[in-house]
C-alpha cells in the first residue's frame, strides 16, 4: 500500500474510532508545525496499526485504554473512552479495564483515569436514558457506574 493509499484508510478508520466532530477539529487545528504530525498518526497509527486484521476494534481500545492509564496520558484517555464506546464497550467494560490496569499500573494512575472517565461515561448514560425514553416500549439500558 502506498502513502496515499495508507493515508485514506488511515482517515477512514480515525473517523470511524474518534468521530468525525473530534477528527474535524483536529484538522482544523493543523497548521506547518503540526502538519506533518498529523498525517503521520493518521497513517501510521490509524493506517497501519489500527487497521491490522490481528485484533478487532473492541479489543484495540481495551488495550489502549489500559496503556493511556498506565502511562497516565489522561487528556488521551479521555478521548479514548468516548471512542471505547464508539468501538462497543459497555461502561462497565471500560470501569473494569481501568480497576483491572489499577493493579498493574497503581493507584495514583487509576484515580486519574477514573476522573478522566467518570464524566464522559456519565454523559453518555445520560444520552442512553434520554434515547431510551424517546423510544417508548424499547428496553432500559442498564446503570452505569
Not at 51 to 74: K, Q, Y
Request: proline content about 6%; charged content about 25%; cysteine-free.
Amino acid at each position: 500500500m502506498d502513502d496515499t493509499a495508507r493515508h485514506e484508510q488511515g482517515m477512514a478508520v480515525r473517523r470511524a474510532v474518534l468521530g468525525d466532530e473530534h477528527v474535524d477539529a483536529a484538522i482544523a487545528r493543523t497548521d506547518e508545525t503540526t502538519r506533518d504530525f498529523q498525517d503521520f498518526i493518521t497513517r501510521f497509527a490509524w493506517g497501519d496499526i489500527w487497521s491490522r486484521p490481528g485484533l478487532d476494534r473492541r479489543t484495540r481500545s481495551f488495550v489502549t485504554l489500559a496503556a493511556l492509564m498506565a502511562l497516565n496520558h489522561h487528556d488521551e484517555l479521555a478521548m479514548h473512552v468516548r471512542a471505547a464506546l464508539r468501538n462497543g464497550l459497555s461502561p462497565e467494560e471500560i470501569s473494569e479495564v481501568l480497576l483491572h490496569t489499577s493493579v498493574y499500573a497503581g493507584v495514583p494512575a487509576a484515580n486519574r483515569a477514573f476522573a478522566a472517565a467518570q464524566p464522559i461515561l456519565a454523559e453518555a448514560a445520560a444520552a442512553a436514558r434520554k434515547d431510551a425514553a424517546a423510544s417508548p416500549g424499547a428496553p432500559e439500558s442498564p446503570a452505569s457506574p
